[in-house]
């Protein structure tokens, strides 16, 4: 039998929009710091990379791993707009006005990209 795939959970930093709430909220990024007590933290809890939320023995392991390939990967990724519910919805066409036509839009439209339903149904009530 196969061997079974687990995540391994104690290096595992928060995720990309956990990390953009810490950025635009400092309130957000106090409660999760309060949420752990400092004498169980690295260093006292003196070091902390926001962008990767990660916590330093020293100020020289901060500095080296902002200096690093994981830091900037981590700070490009973060330069991106989150993705949303709503962008979502509306990359699939939820949430958009796709009313009717008014005469003056199909007036500017070429014959071929209207329906031929809709051309009739124009046709009739202009007439």
Known sequence: MGAIRRSKTKRRTRDIDQVHADLRSPRHLELHKTSKATEDLPGLGQWYCVECAKWFESENSSVQHRRGKNH???????????????????????????????????????????PAEEQQSDAKAIQ
Not at 76 to 100: F, M, V
């Open 72 to 114: 900037k990967r981590r700070v490009r990724l973060l330069r991106e707009e989150p993705h949303s519910q709503k962008a979502a919805e509306e990359a699939i066409g939820l949430r958009t006005d796709n009313g009717r036509r008014t005469k003056d839009v199909v007036e500017g439209m070429d014959e071929d990209s209207v």
